[in-house]
């Protein structure tokens, strides 16, 4: 009887709920709360589900993350070795060849002024830098959360790593990922408030049409002068460049379908869930987790004002020929921002049609925010 209760009672106590905490439990409870958002409501489900899961594990198995050397055997928790190709900057990169094989850089190519566009968006990355400094961060922590401002997770990722800033890194993922998901809502009151309804029914002009060959040297040509220009770019730019190139040179069939399917579907299954993993209670829930949160909705925010008031110079410089709203695309959540451009658009006017002119902002952005990147590596001589 004696072995009964014993082995019973290893039992009961090797259950989580003995180890659990009350910041476990609010972990918890807000994981819950993201795989409502993404099955309920469809918010960016791909990265909500495995970020939300992560985050799900290890609050209720911390060891799912622990450091090989912490382990008394050797051996680091599953979601450790996930993790450890996010701080080697394999993943992020890797989701940019992806992003290069999914997306046409046609409208961009169409209409080289979305170039401004998109750089005027990268505002929200400067401001939130100046922010974070002034909340006492140090430079690389301010320059790591910055990038949030571009609503990009992967080079957020890329860069918390190479500034050596992983103690924050799960913060500023969960952050950038949240914010890339919340795009629909967090975008529209703004964009509405920075027009008029009369702006936001402006028609464009159909882009002109984009021949094989602008395609298939936009992305060598991209290569050679921005990786020249700031070589740290390398690993984003080149990857996004690579997989755009197997996509538009027509002869890499099956590289092209690896790349933006299977390949592209496996890295985000392991960044999601190593991203949600690195939301222990202990790590989240922090002052500095909270300013870091802040910090990325502001810059956001910045983002997209500072896209849709470049926007609307655009419209007075062409005399009515940009729809502001497309400014707002110039984040490079891509394409969410871009269907965000349209539905508001569509919302002012239902034969109005902005989805592919905002592509060009939107890819933009997403070479602009790598530029930043690479640009604060530039500043505090960090390699790639």
Known sequence: MEYIT?????????????????????????????????????FEPLLLVPIAFGMLLVNIYPDIMLHAEDAANGT??????????????????????GVGAMTDFGPLIANPKSFLLGA?????????????????????????????????????????????????????AVAAYSYMSLVPIIQPPIMKLLTTEEERKIKMEQLRPVSKLEK??????????????????????????????????????????????????????????SVGATTSAEAFLNLDTLKIVALGLIAFAFGTAAGVIF?????????????????SAGVSAVPMAARVSQKVGAEADPTNFLLMHAMGPNVAGVIGTAVAAGTFMAIFGVGV
Not at 88 to 95: D, E, K, Q, V
Not at 158 to 167: I, P, Y
Not at 236 to 253: A, C, T
């Open 6 to 42: 014993t082995t019973l009672g290893n039992l009961v106590h090797q259950t989580a709920f003995f180890s659990l905490t009350w910041g476990n439990v609010v972990m918890i409870a807000v994981a819950c709360f993201f795989l409502y958002l993404a099955i309920r409501h469809g």
């Open 76 to 97: 680091g928790g599953l979601l450790y070795y996930f993790y450890v190709l996010d701080e080697w900057s394999i993943l992020p990169s890797l989701i940019f060849m």
């Open 120 to 172: 005027a968006a990268q505002f929200g990355i400067f401001a939130a830098y100046l922010g974070a400094m002034a909340m006492g961060f140090s430079d690389k922590a301010a320059a790591a959360i910055s990038i949030i401002g571009g609503a990009d997770g992967p080079t957020s990722i890329f860069l918390a790593g190479k500034l050596g800033q992983t103690a924050i890194m799960g913060p500023i």
């Open 216 to 273: 298939i040297l936009f992305p060598i040509i991209v290569t050679i002068v921005v990786c020249t220009i700031l070589p740290t770019t390398a690993p984003l730019v080149g990857m996004l460049m690579l997989g755009n190139l197997f996509r538009e040179s027509g002869v890499v069939r099956q590289l092209t379908e690896t790349a933006s399917n299977a390949l592209m579907y496996i890295v985000v299954i392991l960044l999601g869930t």
């Open 311 to 327: 926007g609307k110079i655009m419209c007075i410089a062409t005399h009515g020929k940009v729809n502001p709203l497309i400014g």
